[in-house]
């Protein structure tokens, strides 16, 4: 990666709708040469894709809260099956294998408070792996869509 390839990650982390057009000009790319180094971010999941940010409430989704999920057993196939399924569940929003007291953070979306407590049961307190859950509610979320960048135009670290 070079300067130009960081200022594309700069300016798509701004704005992923940004026109090859648009966007080449900012960086001072023949708009075929922009396409081209975008496809090769792709190929190499430095980018991994462009979503739209939904208000969860837009859809029905009053409640987010995070469920903290300590497992009895700390195999690496047990911690991989687990993490594989609990992204699978339609609420979830975020998976997180922390350390620490517990292994698991999980960020749900869900209509209500017994649709909170009802996933809860029906999905973690029932599985044997499930050691302990603790679920905290979340009354505001923001997130920062750009990346600090620590890397130098020569590839090293700062």
């Given at each position: 990666?070079?300067?130009?390839?960081?200022?594309?990650?700069?300016?798509?982390?701004?704005?992923?709708?940004?026109?090859?057009?648009?966007?080449?000009?900012?960086v001072?790319?023949?708009?075929?040469?922009?396409?081209?180094?975008?496809?090769?971010?792709?190929?190499?999941?430095?980018?991994?894709?462009?979503?739209?940010?939904?208000?969860?409430?837009?859809l029905?989704?009053?409640?987010?809260?995070?469920?903290?999920?300590?497992?009895?057993?700390?195999?690496?196939?047990?911690?991989?099956?687990?993490?594989?399924?609990?992204?699978?569940?339609?609420?979830?929003?975020?998976?997180?294998?922390?350390?620490?007291?517990?292994?698991?953070?999980?960020?749900?979306?869900?209509?209500?408070?017994?649709?909170?407590?009802?996933?809860?049961?029906?999905?973690?307190?029932?599985?044997?792996?499930?050691?302990?859950?603790?679920?905290?509610?979340?009354?505001?979320?923001?997130?920062?869509?750009?990346?600090?960048?620590f890397?130098?135009?020569?590839?090293?670290?700062?």
């Open positions: 990666m070079d300067r130009i390839d960081f200022d594309l990650i700069e300016h798509l982390q701004n704005d992923g709708r940004i026109s090859n057009k648009s966007l080449a000009a900012k001072g790319l023949a708009p075929s040469s922009c396409f081209e180094r975008v496809k090769q971010l792709r190929a190499s999941n430095i980018i991994n894709g462009v979503h739209a940010d939904i208000q969860p409430r837009a029905g989704l009053e409640v987010e809260a995070i469920y903290f999920i300590g497992l009895s057993q700390h195999s690496r196939e047990l911690v991989e099956s687990f993490q594989l399924e609990i992204e699978s569940i339609p609420e979830v929003r975020s998976v997180f294998l922390v350390s620490g007291q517990y292994d698991f953070l999980v960020h749900v979306a869900v209509k209500d408070t017994d649709h909170l407590r009802n996933l809860a049961l029906d999905y973690f307190t029932t599985r044997t792996e499930v050691s302990r859950i603790e679920t905290v509610l979340i009354f505001e979320h923001s997130r920062k869509f750009i990346l600090p960048n890397v130098t135009d020569d590839g090293e670290t700062c």
